[in-house]
């Protein structure tokens, strides 16, 4: 049984940083492309990063230059650090990973098979 669980998320001041979690059971990190996507009232979701399986990263416009995605193996664990927060950043941040035989990341949301919860990001 797949399980992602975020963390990290909370309320921050324009210009700020968030280090987002997602930790994994039943899913190996390290062998998996995995992705981070975030979904704003009213909006689609929409992918902001992902890493394939070799590490290879891929990062949607918005998030160039901020946004840092990063496995940590021992961890089993995903991380989204984001820095230079805007308030267009405000969005429910989801995790997700893509199936065995994909080992290349992608921005695009049905090309994953599991989800974590979510965490909310509040950026004013």
């Known amino acids: 049984h797949v399980q992602l669980v975020e963390s990290g998320g909370g309320s921050v001041q324009a210009g700020g940083s968030l280090r987002l979690s997602c930790a994994a059971s039943?899913?190996?990190?390290?062998?998996?492309?995995m992705g981070w996507f975030r979904q704003a009232p009213g909006k689609e979701r929409e992918g902001v990063a992902s890493?394939?399986?070799?590490?290879?990263?891929i990062y949607a416009n918005s998030a160039k230059g901020r946004f840092t995605i990063s496995k940590d193996s021992a961890k089993n664990t995903l991380y989204l650090q984001m820095s230079s927060l805007k308030p267009e950043d405000t969005a429910m941040y989801y995790c997700?990973?893509?199936?065995?035989?994909?080992?290349?990341?992608?921005?695009?949301?049905?090309?994953?098979?599991?989800w974590g919860q979510g965490t909310q990001v509040t950026v004013s």
């Open positions: 890493i394939e399986r070799y590490g290879a990263t």
């Open positions: 039943g899913y190996v990190v390290s062998t998996h492309s």
């Open positions: 997700a990973g893509r199936p065995d035989y994909e080992p290349f990341s992608s921005l695009s949301p049905p090309r994953y098979n599991y």
